[in-house]
């Protein structure tokens, strides 16, 4: 468990760092969110149970739900 809770914890902090400027969808929405560190464990945990992280992938993979300018080379 505590392997769970340190890996969850690396990936939250990276998620945050990564995927903070995304827009709100269906599927990241308030609660699922990286705008905050709880919300990211939450998210997280989430993917980790199975529950639609293909979803949730393919919102993220999506570069025009970025907020902001975006460098593409």
Do not use: H, P
Request: net charge negative.
């Amino acid at each position: 468990m505590g392997l769970m809770v340190i890996l969850l914890f690396i990936y939250a902090a990276l998620g945050l760092n990564l995927f903070s400027q995304v827009m709100m969808q269906s599927q990241i929405n308030e609660k699922n969110n990286f705008q905050s560190f709880s919300n990211a464990m939450i998210l997280l945990m989430r993917c980790a149970t199975g529950e639609d992280w293909n979803l949730i992938m393919y919102e993220l993979a999506n570069q025009d739900s970025y907020e902001g300018v975006i460098c593409r080379e």
